[in-house]
């Protein structure tokens, strides 16, 4: 983020909140006295656990950027004061000096304020298709067409394994949009709970069940802007009727209300999950389905772009210098070797954390092998051994059998009775290799 987007959220927002490491609060700024109704001068010095009681460490969006060692953009939480039940975006930033992290900032953005002295304006993006790091052509390509198509506001699927950085993209989109002055809403949907998922999404209106308040959702917040579900297939089958009915109409209808409220979004939506096969099994709706998939993006697992890796370790290395105060100029050879031939199924996530592992534990100006988490080096162990043994005819004999059963288990969907008559050996027989081989479920 850069110094402008930061001083944008200072005047942006309702409450500014600084604590030291342990979590007493260093400074506090409730611009509108609206979103903890609690006094200034009856809050330094106090512990954060102590103004907030219902929270536990987790549930702070400050911790978690200090826990991270990087800031936290967009976070939804709700939670209740003295009865009054709030809505916020939060934006929480570590503080950290030559010795480390030693405080935080939480910048928080009230959903429902009602305060007439100033206008709110609503979080958005952060981040832009510059900042995704790539060396690979295919990937590239890809980007540079979703880079044309974001100006547009069709719908937006964005597929994925974890840790690709889907939200990323998402930022780059509305970014690159002409929305890119609204609000953008990010919410994971797999972080809400689902018996409030419809609450938090589509509001409430006073009365509609015990406790409930006049109370708009995240689709209202983010009206004239975006908003990204992330995890979409985390929502349950029941509301997904309800999601697919907002998209249809464009409007919302709150809890307990008869009214349509007219909205006007884009949906940016992702997934861990592949939605089309959950639409075969029954779990996800077709229709809701296509509504979503007008833009389908797929973000490429990190073991598919092999390229990418030492980008993304010169990058990592420069980023974990600063942060963690260290001179490390590069990588030896061996351990490079070591991270292109991992699969890397924790994705740019896991090669971010590897790095900022190795970066603590590096003396002498590189990173070398022996500063690599050890469950890597592990592996690298065990592929000799597999060198080794596999050049044996035993081992090969047995690498082929294995293969060939493998294949008639598949061929007879795990029936071992159809599987031992497909290969023509007795059951017994088969049930002896499938043992040796592993291969039993």
């Not at 600084?18 to 010095?45: A, S």
């Not at 998209?247 to 006007?264: F, T």
Request: contains cysteine; aromatic residues 10%; charged residues 30%.
């Amino acid at each position: 983020m850069d110094n402008k987007g930061f001083k944008e959220l200072f005047y942006d927002s309702n409450l500014i909140l600084i604590i030291d490491k342990n979590g007493k609060v260093l400074y506090y700024d409730d611009y509108d006295d609206n979103l903890n109704m609690l006094k200034k001068e009856n809050v330094i010095g106090r512990s954060i656990f102590e103004l907030y009681p219902f929270f536990t460490r987790k549930d702070f969006t400050v911790f978690k950027a200090m826990d991270r060692k990087e800031p936290i953009l967009n976070e939804y939480q709700n939670f209740s004061v003295e009865g009054r039940k709030m809505n916020c975006i939060n934006n929480a930033f570590p503080l950290i000096n030559e010795t480390g992290v030693i405080g935080g900032i939480v910048i928080s953005v009230e959903l429902s304020s009602k305060s007439e002295k100033r206008k709110i304006k609503k979080a958005t993006s952060r981040y832009a298709f510059e900042d995704i790091l790539t060396a690979d052509k295919k990937f590239k390509d890809s980007l540079e067409l979703l880079k044309k198509v974001s100006k547009n506001d069709s719908n937006v699927l964005i597929m994925g394994d974890t840790g690709t950085g889907k939200e990323l993209i998402a930022h780059s989109i509305h970014s690159n949009s002409n929305r890119r002055n609204k609000p953008f809403v990010i919410q994971n949907c797999a972080a809400i709970p689902s018996s409030i998922m419809e609450s938090i999404l589509f509001g409430t209106s006073k009365g509609s069940f015990t406790g409930a308040i006049d109370k708009e959702g995240l689709f209202e917040s983010a009206n004239g802007g975006t908003i990204f579900l992330d995890e979409i297939n985390s929502i349950p089958y029941d509301l997904q009727s309800k999601l697919l009915r907002t998209l249809e109409n464009k409007s919302v209808m709150r809890i307990g209300e008869n009214i349509e409220r007219e909205i006007d979004i884009r949906i940016i939506a992702s997934t861990n999950e592949d939605l089309a096969k959950k639409v075969e099994d029954g779990e996800f709706r077709a229709d809701l389905f296509y509504r979503l998939n007008v833009i389908n993006f797929r973000v490429p697992p990190l073991k598919e772009r092999k390229d990418d890796i030492k980008v993304l370790v010169d990058y990592y290395i420069g980023y974990y210098n600063s942060i963690l105060n260290k001179d490390i100029r590069g990588i030896s050879n061996e351990a490079m070797e070591i991270l292109n031939n991992y699969e890397w199924k924790g994705n740019v996530r896991e090669l971010k954390n590897v790095i900022e592992y190795a970066l603590n534990f590096s003396e002498e100006g590189i990173i070398k092998k022996e500063n690599l988490p050890q469950y890597l080096l592990n592996l690298v162990h065990v592929d000799k051994k597999e060198i080794m043994t596999d050049n044996s005819l035993t081992s090969m004999v047995d690498n082929y059998e294995s293969k060939i059963i493998k294949d008639a288990l598949e061929a007879s969907k795990y029936n071992v009775l159809k599987t031992a008559e497909l290969l023509n050996i007795p059951r017994q027989t088969l049930y002896y290799k499938l043992k040796k081989y592993n291969l039993m479920q």
